[in-house]
């Protein structure tokens, strides 16, 4: 599968690079995390990151001042699984290597919610840098370029990926993918998720060890 860079022209439907902020703080308190060796991690805020001063400032600036959540997801990844969304851009950091995202365009969903793999494109984030993922860009787990496995910083509005507390009351709809609050999930049949998740990505199982 090709891999493009996220400073390449094909990115710019997908999302954008962010220049400007000191991110040294926040990268040595990420490089501190736990990094699973088999498997993912996720935590959606951490306390020790959101009080660096730059965190701050991302949530003033990228966020216009609304509540954040600043968290990561660490580990050992190669593979698709999923794709979720939110009703918002997500903003991530690579830490210490360079990490995979592999994307696709919430217009490419058709009307029964699936989505075939195939369109899904895989853009190199490198170390230390910061993109925004755009509201209509599915995204999951990255996928790690090296053995050291993978570290990135997450932001996105508070209570985003918190458990529901109910399903909604209609259900027949795009509301049947809704995992956690303020999360669509679409899952592949062999991506490994929780029982009940919406079963959707039609196509191979992307596995870029392969």
Excluded at 130 to 148: F, G, I, N, R
């Amino acid at each position: 599968m090709q891999v493009f860079s996220v400073y390449d022209p094909e990115f710019k439907q997908y999302g954008r690079v962010i220049k400007g902020y000191d991110l040294t703080e926040l990268l040595d308190a990420m490089a501190k995390t736990d990094c699973p060796e088999d498997g993912t991690i996720y935590v959606a805020s951490d306390p020790v990151m959101e009080a660096i001063p730059v965190s701050k400032q991302i949530g003033e600036g990228l966020w216009g001042y609304l509540p954040v959540e600043i968290g990561y997801c660490n580990g050992h990844n190669t593979r698709l699984n999923a794709l979720e969304y939110h009703r918002n851009s997500e903003i991530n950091i690579a830490v210490g290597e360079d990490l995979v995202l592999l994307l696709a365009r919430q217009q490419d969903i058709d009307e029964n919610f699936h989505l075939d793999t195939a369109t899904v494109k895989a853009f190199c984030v490198p170390a230390g840098t910061m993109v925004e993922v755009y509201a209509t860009s599915l995204h999951y787990a990255p996928c790690q370029t090296s053995d050291k496995g993978f570290r990135c910083v997450v932001v996105l509005p508070k209570g985003t990926n918190y458990d529901l507390e109910e399903k909604p009351v209609v259900a027949d709809g795009e509301e049947k993918l809704l995992a956690a609050k303020n999360k669509w999930l679409i899952a592949h049949p062999d991506g490994g998720c929780a029982e009940g998740t919406f079963i959707g990505l039609d196509g191979v199982n992307i596995d870029l060890a392969e």
